[in-house]
């Protein structure tokens, strides 16, 4: 679905932008977790597990609005091309946002550790105790996330190319918006109509 505003929605670019942080937070926390195995490892895991559950809720919170306000036009001059890498990329992106916490969820639950969330709210599992799916589950969560760091260096490069090499407000319709001048009154339209009638 396309707007014919060239803004996101204001509550989607709010999710936009808090999900962002979320899943910068998980990339630096996931990269300290497989370079470590000391005391650390414990408080990284007890941010990693909550955290990757609030991205899970927000994104199919995101999806649906998304789906119902559509998005702004890309630019026309965009190669289809790259129109249709662009589709392809946020979808793509989409699935990652799901697919990451779930399988996450689903790995703990077949290796039988509990997911908690914060003091007394802990999650049911949602898969049988299996160790072999838990190692199966643990080598997907890993390269989906491997391929989900790679997408998002390329969101990355082209919000920056919509932003600072094409300037098309691509990278504005996500962030501040365009500033809409107001619209021309009643009384406008007949003073600029008595001095259209104006002799010359």
Excluded: C
């Amino acid at each position: 679905m396309t707007r014919l505003s060239p803004d996101f929605n204001p509550a989607l670019r709010v999710l936009h932008w808090l999900m962002a942080a979320l899943v910068l937070a998980m990339l630096f926390i996931g990269v300290f977790m497989v370079s470590t195995s000391g005391p650390a490892y414990g408080t990284l895991l007890a941010l990693h597990r909550p955290i990757g559950i609030a991205i899970l809720v927000l994104v199919v919170l995101r999806l649906p609005l998304r789906l119902a306000t559509g998005a702004p036009a890309l630019p026309e001059d965009l190669a289809p091309l790259q129109k249709r890498i662009a589709w392809g990329s946020h979808v793509l992106l989409y699935a990652a946002l799901f697919a990451l916490p779930l399988i996450g969820w689903g790995m703990l639950s077949a290796g039988g550790y509990p997911v908690r969330l914060g003091d007394g709210i802990v999650l049911p599992p949602i898969l049988p105790h299996d160790l072999a799916l838990y190692a199966l589950l643990r080598a997907v969560h890993t390269a989906i996330a491997l391929a989900f760091f790679a997408l998002i260096l390329l969101h990355l490069a082209a919000a920056l190319m919509h932003g600072l090499v094409r300037r098309d407000g691509v990278l504005r319709s996500m962030t501040i918006g365009h500033h809409r001048s107001s619209p021309p009154s009643a009384a406008d339209d007949d003073k600029s109509g008595e001095t259209a009638t104006l002799p010359t």
